[in-house]
């Protein structure tokens, strides 16, 4: 009997080889012939029973990490090279000489609970209720990439040539022809396959076996991907570029957008504060200066739409999604700071009370900007200091900017300058010690960023703090020196947001998944 490596291989994948005397005039006296029998079907041989839905299962002792899956895809999708639906990752563990490497190949995990689907503002994303593939419209998406920061995956992609989201769909035109999706047909080594899960057995031996090996951690999206493991997986291994954190995007329309309207919100509390005590010179004036700044906030955010003339169903899902509180919570705070501006300028008597509701509705407005970013696939954003830095930016802003143009006391405004400065010292220094203190990789990996290549810009922003909320406004005297406070201030805040954006480190596709070396149920 001949023993050949790729027969052997072939075999392991469900493919039978038979080795049997030669016949014909080409084969030689005494030679072998093989006969292949068909593989193991890598689809399912029978239709979804009700409660029971598609999955992927990945059989991580086969996959040698080809990536032919990934251009299979590519060229069932028609994306670019940069954009992978399905992607490979190289997971390696152990000590020299005993180290052991492994490839990890994820598309999207069709998860039970989506994240990606809750927070997108115009409903792009559905479930089908018959499969459970979890598809996106393209045609509905506006490009926000709300959805790319809510998956523990990194699943979502965006591609800034169509302004949208894609992301796997389990070629759900091919399986609904009875076809394998273009990444299972493609795999040498059959180590992808689409397997029927019953939801409800799924959903409860998750949360028997939440952050087993193979198994997602409990607080994501309930995946359904079934992992099968290596047996002695070395339990150090993780992905081998583990350690390379780089900065994320900078998302500048947003820096702007959430500094600028953050800075309108506050600079209207210390103009209604200071018509509560009596102050009328130049409030007109500084609420026109607060309302301008807070429609040209909006107009920037529409800068990071990939579809800005779609805008306006950003709107559509208020009742579910963060995203679409905020734009609704502005446009109304546009229009009540509109008119409280109007009312200021001509002496309306009851101009306080559309004073109050323009701060309830700019402070729902802040409120639900800070919500955006408690997202649990992006553990830097998802804390009360993100809620305190948002809120510190307008107490400190909103009053410098209402001084610098000549409202009220400058002393009351200095003392507030003060307080808030201070506050948000405190609270980015209690988020550095947060992210530094932390067991979590993510959180420390933020930390090692911000202490490292962050660490110019780090310095930089509590230096302009501390100038522009503390050192400025109590040693500089006149209009002149506030404003330099003001402008001081301005450029840590925008600093720091910048920094907010920049130094989160998201989850990635394949911890959540490599806890430790049994495998996965
Ligand atoms: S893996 Fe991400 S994109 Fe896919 S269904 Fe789950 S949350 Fe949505
Ligand atoms: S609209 Fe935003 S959240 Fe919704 S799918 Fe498109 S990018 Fe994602
Ligand atoms: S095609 Fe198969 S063997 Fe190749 S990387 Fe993808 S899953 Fe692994």
Not at 208 to 235: F, H, I, Q, Y
Not at 371 to 399: D, M, Q
Not at 471 to 488: D, H, K, T, V, Y
Request: a positive charge; proline letters at 6%; one cysteine or more.
């Amino acid at each position: 009997m001949v023993s050949l490596p790729l027969i052997d291989r072939a075999s392991a994948d469900g493919v039978t080889f038979v080795l049997s005397p030669g016949r014909g005039e080409m084969a030689s006296p005494g030679g072998y012939e093989m006969a292949v029998l068909p593989a193991a079907p890598r689809i399912p041989e029978r239709a979804l029973q009700p409660g029971e839905q598609y999955r992927f299962h990945f059989d991580m002792t086969k996959c040698i990490g080809c990536k032919c899956c990934v251009v299979a895809c590519n060229e069932q999708n028609g994306n670019p090279p940069q954009i992978n639906w399905r992607r490979v990752g190289e997971i390696e563990g152990g000590f020299y000489p005993d180290t052991k490497r492994f490839y990890l190949s994820m598309g999207c995990n069709h998860c039970l609970e989506p994240s990606c689907l809750l927070g997108c503002p115009v409903d792009a994303y559905k479930k089908d209720p018959l499969t459970g593939i979890v598809q996106h419209s393209p045609d509905a998406c506006i490009g926000c990439q709300y959805c790319t920061w809510n998956c523990s995956y990194g699943v979502p992609q965006y591609n800034p040539e169509r302004g949208v989201v894609g992301k796997c769909d389990m070629c759900y035109g091919r399986l609904s022809n009875g076809r394998e999706p273009a990444c299972v047909n493609a795999c040498p080594e059959g180590a992808i396959r689409i397997e029927i899960v019953d939801s409800e057995e799924w959903r409860r031996e998750y949360a028997a076996n939440a952050n087993a090996p193979g198994l997602p951690s409990a607080d994501d999206s309930l995946s359904t991907t079934r992992l099968t493991l290596p047996e002695k997986l070395p339990s150090d291994t993780k992905k081998a570029d583990f350690w390379r954190v780089r900065p994320e995007h900078p998302h500048w329309p947003l820096v702007v957008m959430t500094v600028l309207t953050q800075l309108s919100v506050g600079a209207f509390a210390a103009i209604w504060l200071f018509e509560l005590l009596g102050a009328s010179a130049r409030l007109s004036i500084a609420a026109l200066g607060s309302l301008t700044v807070g429609v040209l906030a909006l107009g920037a955010s529409t800068m990071h739409l990939g579809r800005p003339i779609h805008a306006y169903r950003a709107l559509r899902m208020w009742k579910r999604s963060w995203l679409s509180r905020e734009v609704l919570m502005f446009g109304c705070f546009s229009g009540a700071a509109a008119l409280y501006a109007g009312s200021l300028s001509m002496g309306f008597p009851l101009a306080w009370v559309l004073g109050a509701l323009t701060i309830l509705l700019g402070a729902a407005g802040v409120t639900a900007s800070a919500c955006i970013y408690l997202v649990g696939a992006r553990p830097a954003w998802n804390s009360k200091h993100t809620v305190a830095e948002f809120f510190l930016t307008g107490v400190l802003l909103g009053p410098l900017f209402a001084a610098s143009i000549g409202v009220g006391t400058s002393r009351l405004l200095t003392l507030i300058s003060l307080g808030a400065a201070s506050a948000q010292l405190l609270n980015q220094a209690g988020k550095f010690l947060r992210l530094t203190a932390s067991d979590s990789f993510e959180l420390q990996a933020s930390a090692k960023l911000l202490s490292t290549v962050l660490r110019s810009p780090f310095l930089a922003r509590a230096a302009l703090l501390v100038a522009g909320g503390i050192a400025l406004p109590l040693l500089a005297s006149g209009r002149r020196g506030l404003i330099a406070a003001f402008l001081s201030a301005l450029a840590g805040e925008i600093l720091g947001r910048y920094l907010f954006y920049v130094s989160v480190v998201p989850k990635n596709i394949a911890s959540p998944y490599l806890s430790g070396q049994k495998e996965a149920a």
